[in-house]
């Protein structure tokens, strides 16, 4: 059983940058690929970042390309989701998810645990 807790959301102006974090219980972190998605009210929930186990791979939204970045510290069983030039359309609640099957993939029937979601709000 792997626990997942995010943390870092909150309230920011368009332009902003917040840096979202996500603990893992266990010791088995660094065979998990990890990755972020995002839902907002009355959508889908929807990818946004993933990260090899290693750290050496990493796969973005075309949404977010350029202003994300998805890393992870395998010492503090932690990955993280730095998130620049922050604009409206990003205000979801974010969730981390790991992904037992290491397959680095897009798809969220594919991640084996989720995170609680932290709520990330852009002003405009």
């Known amino acids: 059983q792997v626990q997942l807790v995010e943390s870092g959301g909150g309230l920011v102006q368009a332009g902003g940058s917040l840096r979202l974090s996500c603990a893992a219980s266990?010791?088995?972190?660094?065979?998990?690929?990890m990755g972020w998605f995002r839902q907002a009210p009355g959508k889908e929930r929807e990818f946004v970042a993933t990260i090899s186990l290693s750290g050496s791979t990493t796969y973005y939204a075309d949404s977010v390309k350029g202003r994300f970045t998805i890393s992870r510290d395998n010492a503090k069983n932690t990955v993280y989701l730095q998130m620049n030039s922050l604009k409206p359309e990003d205000t979801s609640v974010y969730y981390c998810?790991?992904?037992?099957?290491?397959?680095?993939?897009?798809?969220?029937?594919?991640?084996?645990?989720w995170g609680q979601g932290t709520q990330v709000t852009v002003s405009s």
């Open positions: 266990g010791r088995t972190f660094s065979t998990y690929a």
């Open positions: 998810a790991a992904d037992t099957g290491a397959l680095l993939t897009t798809s969220r029937i594919e991640y084996d645990y």
